[in-house]
């Protein structure tokens, strides 16, 4: 009698003599149990998703299992024929009476295990110093939507993070000061300003319609990239009054164009819901266009924000993100998930090459000027905004939401990336550059530092054609390890996971805990798509 046994035991043992002989006549009785296993541990696990029922058979789904489960993944019961023969026991009848179960297909997710690693760590790490209530990191291929890690962290009652909720899918917000680059963007667009125009900001204080509004410093007169650059709420909230007061629907219009008013239409299940106000909503009044200026009196979700931070990166072209890459029953394609645009273009190029530069500048000599690095470069916007401020106790416990929008490398991006920390301990920090600027940075530093640009390194003037020559051995020695195969046995299960899935493998895991043995030996030339099954 055996127990918890793997599959592939299972199938070893039902070869042998007699066993093989099924049920009726070899005597081999198996009751089968399906178990979630995540050889990556807790890492993107609300994003992957599960499918639960109840005592009372209702379901629960969420994530990419949620959604894809019913279709894809779940496959066909089989079923037997048994005789009741006592104290509980069932004796099967007649093999031809039984029917196999049929496998689900095969769901390839888009999901980079590598980055996903990087990702989690580095948003667990801030989350940890800042003591902050949670908080999510997404990243996405600039080109192709697809969605390359995605981590939702919350924390416990008693202060462990783990994935609590899919923040970046679902969670509506106030942006902040995120925000300001598309209200920009509608402005310029419209030539109600050109970057140059002059924007008085004061001493950092002023009213609009009887409400105050406040920035961190006093700019005075300042251009209008300047006021991105230093992310002024006078500044943006002054553009955006005076540009379209006597006729709002204007800059609502751009904001649908941009399909920013309606969900993204995501197969995960549980998409938050944006709120945009226009006039005649119970949301307006002629405080709305000032509040929205600079991200507030509006709801986003982060992944909306970053799906529009990636068309600015995408040089216009707004993507829907991507999840899942394709659907397979072994090697053969059931489905492929292809990039689906949705708008094409989104401003004019001098408007997108006038943000553009803007965006860099913010790093480099704006609000996000603690993130600039001589050796990679970044572009993005740093927001920070209040959060429950409508409560009695806020101004003795004020709360904030930190974030980073942007992409990487500045010019050519080949990533996107925001990160959202809510409610960080203000006794630490509570501004978007210092708690959710450095996870970007950690990221888009890690993502270098593993990934060589070859083809941006040859295209720069080599006086020295050694230096050149040299490159090119070094880069050919860096990437000869992912044509051959490594010794990941000692490794835990996930290091190796992530290890070979990095190197464009497929890998099946079967067992939990440390791996002891590789189906493919180490030293052996790999291919790209090769599947290799570990064992514990």
Avoid at 295 to 304: A, E, F, I, V, W
Wanted: a neutral charge; one cysteine or more.
């Amino acid at each position: 009698l055996a127990r918890n046994i793997g599959y592939s035991d299972y199938a070893r043992m039902r070869n042998f003599p007699m066993l093989n002989l099924g049920a009726f006549k070899g005597g081999l009785i198996v009751e089968q149990t399906t178990k979630r296993e995540h050889p990556m541990g807790g890492i993107a696990q609300r994003s992957i998703g599960y499918e639960r029922f109840d005592e009372d058979g209702n379901v629960t789904r969420a994530g990419i299992d949620g959604a894809f489960g019913v279709k894809y993944l779940r496959g066909v019961d089989g079923h037997r024929l048994k005789q009741k023969i006592g104290n509980g026991q069932w004796k099967p009848l007649k093999d031809y009476n039984e029917v196999e179960p049929q496998d689900g297909y095969d769901v390839y997710s888009t999901i980079d295990a590598n980055i996903q690693d990087i990702a989690h760590h580095s948003l667990l790490q801030q989350l940890e110093y800042y003591e902050a209530d949670h908080g999510c990191v997404v990243v996405m291929e600039v080109k192709t939507g697809e969605i390359r890690a995605i981590s939702n962290l919350g924390r416990s009652e008693s202060g462990y993070y783990y994935e609590r909720l899919n923040y970046a899918v679902g969670e509506a917000i106030e942006p902040g000061s995120t925000f300001k680059t598309v209200a920009l963007i509608s402005a310029l667009e419209d030539k109600v300003v050109d970057t140059s125009t002059m924007v008085n900001t004061g001493m950092g204080y002023k009213q609009f319609y009887g409400r105050g509004i406040y920035d961190t410093h006093g700019h005075g007169r300042i251009s209008v990239a300047r006021a991105l650059e230093v992310s002024s709420n006078i500044g943006l909230a002054t553009i955006i009054d005076e540009g379209y007061s006597k006729n709002p629907k204007q800059f609502i219009q751009h904001l649908k164009d941009w399909k920013l008013s309606e969900p993204l239409g995501l197969p995960i299940i549980g998409e938050g819901k944006p709120v945009i106000p226009e006039p005649g909503d119970k949301l307006w009044s002629r405080n709305a266009l000032p509040s929205m200026a600079y991200g507030y009196n509006l709801k986003l979700t982060p992944l909306q924000i970053l799906t529009f931070y990636n068309g600015i990166a995408n040089n216009g072209e707004i993507i829907k993100p991507r999840f899942i890459r394709e659907v397979r029953e072994f090697d053969k394609v059931i489905e492929s998930f292809n990039k689906k645009v949705i708008n094409p273009k989104i401003c004019s190029d001098k408007t997108l090459s006038e943000i553009q530069e803007i965006l860099k500048n913010i790093v480099v000599r704006g609000t996000g000027n603690s993130l600039y690095s001589e050796n990679f470069s970044m572009a993005g916007k740093t927001g920070t905004a209040q959060t429950e401020y409508w409560m009695k106790d806020w101004k003795e416990n004020r709360r904030y939401v930190s974030s980073f929008a942007g992409y990487f490398p500045a010019d050519n991006p080949k990533y996107s990336c925001i990160v959202v920390v809510h409610k960080p301990s203000t006794k630490k920090g509570y501004y978007g550059a210092d708690v959710s600027g450095p996870v970007f940075k950690r990221i888009a530093q890690k993502i270098f530092t593993d990934t060589p640009i070859y083809d941006e390194v040859k295209t720069l003037e080599v006086k020295n054609a050694s230096i050149e020559n040299e490159y090119q051995e070094y880069y050919t020695a860096v990437n000869t390890y992912k044509t051959i195969m490594p010794d990941v046995t000692g490794l835990p299960a996930m290091d190796a996971v992530s290890l070979l899935e990095n190197m464009g493998l497929k890998v099946k895991f079967n067992g939990v805990g440390v791996v002891k043995k590789q189906s493919v030996e180490k030293g052996v030339r790999i291919k790209p798509n090769q599947t290799v099954e570990l064992e514990s």
